[in-house]
């Protein structure tokens, strides 16, 4: 059973289980970073965000919403964040306001995040410019029934 808390509450948690040491496990719910993390199925383990770079995956809030995004470039302390399934990016993130990094992911198995495969997909991934995003919009209209992300 999954528990709703609001954003604040959710926000101090994290913020004091990161500050504490302590890994904090989330799982995640949305489409927005297929194909590498599935709806409902994939968990996280986060760690404070320390020293970034190009590709990590990032939780951040923006109006009261928590996305884990990854960071596509970066510059004059900020990170512009792209979901991987998303067509655009979500804009800049000052880095300060970024709340943790993911280390480890996975479905049965929490493996870490730093795997030369996951680095290679996402340089290529989000290398393709043009030809990614209509990859994108083809794989949506292909998405089967019950794969779809629905709301109660």
């Known amino acids: 059973m999954s528990e709703r808390v609001d954003a604040d509450e959710f926000r101090d948690v994290v913020a004091s289980t990161l500050q504490e040491g302590k890994p904090l496990r989330l799982k995640v719910t949305g ?63 000052p880095l300060d306001d970024i709340l943790g990094k993911v280390v480890r992911d996975g479905v049965d198995t929490l493996k870490p995040t730093e795997r030369r495969s996951q680095r290679a997909f996402a340089r290529l991934w989000h290398g393709m410019g043009p030809l990614r995003r209509l990859l994108v919009r083809v794989l949506r209209r292909l998405r089967r029934p019950d794969d779809a992300h629905t709301r109660p």
């Open 31 to 93: 489409s927005s970073m297929r194909p590498l993390f599935k709806d409902g199925r994939t968990r996280v383990e986060l760690a404070p965000p320390g020293r970034l770079k190009r590709y990590d995956i990032v939780l951040f809030e923006r109006e009261g919403r928590f996305f884990l995004h990854r960071i596509v470039r970066m510059g004059a302390g900020r990170a512009l964040t792209r979901g991987d399934f998303n067509v655009r990016p979500d804009g800049t993130v």
